[in-house]
C-alpha cells in the first residue's frame, strides 16, 4: 500500500464507515430500490460531468472503493473527481474494511499479512512454501477464507494438483494458544491434503471447521459438503445432506456468498434445473437447500442472482432483475415467505404475488443486489438497468437507467445516493435514489468492481 496522495484522510472513521459492503461485480467474470429522497448534510463539491452530456450536477459526493479491469488491486478514489487516495493488495477484508487479509507469492514463497488498512501500520505476517492464494465463491470478486472471528486464514494453492486437493491453514496465537487478536502472531498451523477434488466453501465462525464442496463425478455440477477438523486435518465421517431431503443429490455452480453473523452462510447456485441455495449452519454443521423461481434464461441472465439481507436482519431478499424474479425469505426458518414476478420493462400488469409454501424456500447472498438502510427498498441491478423493489409488497417502485446493463450498485450509508456501475465501459453513475435522476458520472473508466461507498 502506497502513501495517500492528496489528504491526510481520517481513515480509520472513513473504512469504518463501509460497514455496507456492497459488492458489484462485471459479468464479465464467470456466469456470472429506493427510500425516500433525505435532506443531505450540507453541499459538497459536485461530481463532475461530461461535456457531451451534461447530466445535473450532484449535490453530494464520497469516496468509493473500486477495481479495474486487468489490475488485481483496489482503489479508494473520490466521486467528484476520480483521484485515487488509496492503493490496496487484493484480499479478504473484516466486515468494516479497517483490516485486510492477503496473499502475496514471491517467488517460491507466499507472504500472508493481516493488515490494518491505514497506510503504514502494517500487521502480522507469515511465510508460506509455495504459491497458495485467498479462495473466492463463484464469481465473486472479494476473497473469503477468514473466520467470522478472524482468528483463522484458510487457503488455496494457485495451480492445482489433479487427484489431491490441499488447504493451508494459519492462525494467530498469543501464549501458543489460538487467539481472536489480530494483532496476534500469524502461524502456519497445518497443511490439508485431501484425495479427491474439493472446493473451498467455508469456514466456522471460530475457524474451528473447514467446510469444503466434494466434486462428483455422478452428473454434471454433482457435488457434497464435508465437514474437516482443522485440529486434526481431518474429513468428518458423513455427508451434510439437506436435513429436510436426505435422498436429495446437490448439483449446481456457485454464483456468491451471504455469511451471516450467527454462523449461517448462504452459498447462491445456479442449478441444472433452477437456481437455489445452499444454507449451511457451520456451528452446528448441518444443511438446507432452498429453491429460488426457476426460469428459462440465457447462461448470462442466469447468473444476474443476487442477495441482500433486511435492515434488520429478519429477512433475505434474493432477486434477479434481468429476469424480472424476488424472493423474500424468513431468516429464522430459511424458508420463502413470498415470492413476486416483476416489470422489468416500464409498463404492464402489476406484479404477481404468491405466498410461499410451507417448507419452501429461497435465501441469498450479496452481489448485485443491495437493501436500502431504511429497510424499505432492495435495488437490484440486472441487463435492462436498476430495479428499486419495495419490500413492503415486493413490487417494482422504480426504475432507473432503463435500456443499460449495469453490473453491480452501491448505496451511501445514509441511503442519499446509489452508484451504478455500468457494463459497457465499465463507467460509474451517481443517481438519485428518491427520482432515479441521474446526477453525474465519475471521472475515469474501466472499472469492474465497485465495492463499497463511504461519505465524503
Not at 57 to 70: E, H, I, K, P, Y
Not at 227 to 243: C, E, F, H, N, Y
Not at 348 to 365: D, E, M, Q, R, T
Request: with cysteine; aromatic share 4%; glycine share 10%.
Amino acid at each position: 500500500m502506497r502513501e495517500m496522495r492528496s489528504r491526510n484522510l481520517p481513515l480509520t472513521c472513513l473504512i469504518g464507515s463501509i460497514a455496507l459492503v456492497l459488492v458489484a461485480c462485471s459479468t464479465a467474470a464467470g456466469p456470472s430500490a429506493s427510500p425516500a429522497p433525505r435532506a443531505s448534510d450540507g453541499p459538497a463539491p459536485s461530481i463532475s460531468t461530461t461535456p457531451s452530456t451534461q447530466a445535473p450536477q450532484a449535490t453530494v459526493n464520497a469516496w468509493l472503493l473500486v477495481g479495474r479491469a486487468g489490475e488485481p488491486g483496489l482503489q479508494l478514489i473520490e466521486a467528484q473527481t476520480g483521484e485515487v487516495a488509496i492503493d490496496l493488495p487484493p484480499g479478504a477484508p473484516d466486515p468494516d474494511w479497517h483490516r485486510l487479509v492477503t496473499a502475496r507469492v514471491d517467488g517460491s514463497r507466499t507472504t500472508v499479512s493481516d493488515e490494518i488498512v491505514q497506510p503504514g501500520l502494517g500487521g502480522p505476517k507469515v511465510q508460506l512454501e509455495g504459491a497458495w492464494r485467498l479462495p473466492t465463491i463463484g464469481s465473486e470478486r472479494v476473497s473469503a477464507g477468514v473466520s467470522l472471528d478472524g482468528s483463522t486464514i484458510a487457503l488455496v494453492p494457485t495451480n492445482e494438483t489433479p487427484g489431491v486437493s490441499r488447504f493451508a491453514i494459519a492462525s494467530h496465537v498469543l501464549a501458543d494458544r489460538l487467539s481472536t487478536a489480530r494483532e496476534a502472531e500469524l502461524r502456519l498451523e497445518r497443511v490439508i491434503e485431501l484425495p479427491g477434488s474439493f472446493d473451498y466453501d467455508a469456514l466456522s465462525p471460530d475457524g474451528r471447521i473447514l467446510y469444503v464442496a466434494q466434486h462428483l463425478d455422478t452428473l454434471p455440477g454433482a457435488y457434497q459438503v464435508r465437514a474437516v477438523d482443522v485440529s486434526t486435518g481431518r474429513l468428518r465421517d458423513g455427508v451434510i445432506v439437506d436435513k429436510r431431503n436426505i435422498d436429495e443429490t446437490m448439483a449446481g455452480w456457485p454464483i456468491a456468498q451471504l455469511r451471516r453473523p450467527d454462523g449461517v452462510v448462504l452459498t447462491l447456485y445456479r442449478g441444472t434445473e433452477h437456481p437455489f441455495i445452499h444454507a449451511l449452519n457451520t456451528i452446528d454443521a448441518w444443511a438446507v437447500c432452498i429453491d429460488l423461481p426457476a426460469s428459462k434464461a440465457s447462461d448470462a441472465a442466469a447468473g444476474d442472482w443476487g442477495l441482500a439481507p433486511s435492515d434488520n436482519g429478519a429477512a433475505v431478499y434474493a432477486i434477479n432483475a434481468s429476469l424480472g424474479l424476488a424472493a423474500e425469505i424468513n431468516s429464522t426458518e430459511l424458508t420463502v415467505r413470498r415470492t413476486s414476478t416483476l416489470q422489468t420493462a416500464a409498463g404492464g400488469s402489476s406484479a404477481v404475488i404468491v405466498l410461499a409454501k410451507f417448507g419452501h424456500g429461497p435465501v441469498g447472498s450479496a452481489g448485485r443486489v443491495v437493501a436500502s438502510p431504511d429497510g424499505e427498498t432492495v435495488w437490484a441491478a440486472g441487463a435492462d438497468g436498476i430495479l428499486a423493489v419495495g419490500t413492503r409488497d415486493l413490487t417494482v417502485s422504480r426504475r432507473m437507467l432503463e435500456g443499460t446493463a449495469v453490473d453491480g450498485i452501491a448505496v451511501a450509508p445514509d441511503g442519499s445516493l446509489v452508484f451504478a456501475l455500468i457494463h459497457d465501459g465499465g463507467r460509474i453513475v451517481a443517481l438519485d435514489p428518491g427520482t432515479g435522476r441521474e446526477l453525474g458520472t465519475v471521472p475515469g473508466d474501466g472499472f469492474d468492481r465497485l465495492l463499497s461507498t463511504a461519505p465524503w
